[in-house]
């Protein structure tokens, strides 16, 4: 057979409870020969397609790009869906798909785009578990099938993060070790880290910031926030012990980086409760 399908799910609406923010629209898995064609149509939601097994063809701004084993893409709504097996082997994938107001805006949130994405093995377990999800009759369905799709955009996310090529680097790999061990020492920086890699401190910074989008020294004082934010909340520590606690060895040059990316000084979000 040119095509199998050991299942495939559809909700059985055709739009998602307008207060469901997230969607769970259909869920599948299909096993195509060699030369397999899918039919062409316009996307009107949010598909996530993962190679299982050989490899696949689908396309990206008016071309065919290779969909192996191990790889998944995002398509948005308005792009076309043109998928098609390699011509000399068999091809397996799964998918699912998601519509509802946050859908777009979530799956751009985790980082999503319009590529080609390393991913390690296809989750097969929660993609079936979302096929049971949508099965479930009415409102209690519903809310369970959109969970499980937010758990697979998750999953998803976190694959690509793990397996990607530029997370496959061990330099990278060394540098958020060092910093989640050494995080609260004040003279622990962007210096320190670079001397501990052997590496300059710009080559390194270049690097971290091209497979992160982010500088080093802003995941450094993220990784501080986040444990600041705990001993604020948790503990009764003056704001200058909790910034001496967490590596920053001024107060005010604590708060400031504090309020630059919460919005909030830090007297103010122990207040908030």
């Not at 057979?1 to 409870?17: D, G, N, Q, V």
């Not at 990607?164 to 060092?178: I, M, N, Q, Y």
């Amino acid at each position: 057979m040119a095509f199998s399908c050991p299942y495939a799910r559809f909700r059985p609406c055709e739009h998602a409870s307008p207060e469901i923010p997230l969607g769970a629209r259909s869920v599948g898995h299909h096993r195509v020969t060699a030369g397999w064609k899918d039919q062409v149509f316009e996307v009107g939601h949010v598909i996530v397609l993962w190679g299982v097994f050989g490899r696949g063809r689908v396309a990206l701004g008016g071309e065919f790009r290779e969909l192996p084993a191990e790889h998944l893409v995002v398509l948005f709504p308005g792009a076309t869906q043109r998928l098609e097996a390699s011509i000399d082997e068999e091809w397996e994938y799964c998918w699912w798909t998601m519509d509802g107001p946050q859908a777009e805006a979530l799956t751009a949130g985790f980082g999503f785009g319009k590529k080609i994405l390393r991913a390690g093995p296809a989750p097969l377990d929660q993609i079936f578990l979302l096929d049971k999800a949508i099965r479930r009759p009415g409102r209690v369905g519903e809310i369970a099938a959109s969970a499980s799709a937010y758990r697979l955009l998750a999953t998803a996310a976190q694959a690509c993060r793990t397996h990607g090529a530029s997370r496959l680097d061990p330099v990278l790999a060394t540098v958020e070790e060092l910093v989640e061990a050494h995080w609260a020492e004040a003279d622990f920086g962007v210096e320190a880290i670079a001397a501990a890699v052997g590496m300059h401190r710009s080559t390194l910074s270049r690097r971290f910031r091209s497979a992160t989008g982010m500088t080093l020294i802003s995941h450094l004082n993220t990784v501080r926030l986040q444990n600041a934010m705990g001993m604020l909340k948790g503990g009764r520590d003056t704001v200058s012990q909790v910034a001496a606690g967490c590596g920053f060895s001024d107060a005010t040059y604590f708060c400031r980086v504090f309020k630059a990316q919460l919005g909030v000084t830090p007297g103010h979000f122990r207040k908030r409760g």
